[in-house]
């Protein structure tokens, strides 16, 4: 008898994940379209804004060749953020960016 109930069980679970969880989605998507409308579709020339998050730590023989190349990326220039962490530096790294970069550069002292 518990063999088969398990099988039964493990019957259901295999019918369910390929049929009914389908069906399932399929009918709750439905009633959130049916309530609040479908979703706009992104056209393909959409550019959303971005942020170039870049850590750096004692990175100065290094630091002027990324920046030069994070500058030469094909994006408008006036949807990317630079962003750079330069915490625990000490050899001159936070000072060069800030050459280089009019974008924000953070440093604190201590790593």
């Not at 109930?5 to 389908?22: K, V």
């Not at 750096?56 to 030069?68: G, I, L, R």
Request: proline share 5%.
């Amino acid at each position: 008898m518990i063999l088969e109930i398990a099988f039964w069980l493990l019957l259901f679970l295999i019918i369910y994940t390929f049929f009914g969880y389908p069906l399932l989605l399929w009918i709750l998507v439905g009633i959130k379209n049916s309530i609040y409308g479908k979703p706009k579709i992104v056209g393909s020339n959409y550019e959303p804004d971005v942020c170039l998050f870049v850590t750096a730590y004692n990175e100065k023989e290094f630091v002027a060749q990324k920046v030069n190349n994070s500058l030469q990326l094909d994006y408008p220039k006036e949807k990317i953020q630079y962003l750079w962490i330069t915490d625990g530096s000490d050899d001159g790294t936070p000072e060069l960016l800030k050459e280089h970069m009019q974008n924000e550069v953070h440093h604190l002292k201590e790593r």
